[in-house]
């Protein structure tokens, strides 16, 4: 599957972005969604994942309560709402595809996913 992220920009704190991440190739509902993100110098980290039919969702405490995963399988297109944004969300966020198969638990670890989008710079000033 391939995976085109957009929506990232610069935005004050407090500010809110709608990260989108659009699959095209396979079947999008064979998958489990997830974001992560990487700021420099730092590792890859998870922010958010969603089931394949968006009645499960797992966040990073970090996020929870500010940010919101979602998905519409009629768009292929999977969501990260991002409110009262930080300087420390600044990162680049991707988006990433975890074949489930007949059932998966949603997964936090960068092993676990099989296909990765190119990567949206999300900039937080202060």
């Known amino acids: 599957v391939q995976l085109q992220a957009s929506g990232g920009g610069l935005v004050q704190a407090g500010g809110s972005l709608r990260l989108s991440c659009a699959a095209s190739?396979?079947?999008?509902?064979?998958?489990?969604m997830g974001w992560f993100r990487q700021s420099p110098g730092k590792e890859r980290e998870f922010v958010a994942a969603?089931?394949?039919?968006?009645?499960?969702?797992y966040y990073v405490d970090s996020v929870k309560g500010r940010f919101t995963i979602s998905r519409d399988n009629a768009k292929n297109t999977v969501y990260l709402q991002m409110n009262s944004l930080k300087p420390e969300d600044t990162a680049v966020y991707y988006c990433?595809?975890?074949?489930?198969?007949?059932?998966?638990?949603?997964?936090?670890?960068?092993?676990?996913?099989?296909?990765w989008g190119q990567g949206t710079l999300v900039t937080v000033s202060s």
């Open positions: 990433a595809a975890d074949w489930v198969g007949y059932w998966k638990t949603l997964s936090p670890n960068t092993s676990e996913y099989d296909y």
């Open positions: 190739g396979r079947t999008f509902s064979n998958y489990n």
């Open positions: 969603i089931s394949r039919s968006g009645g499960s969702t």
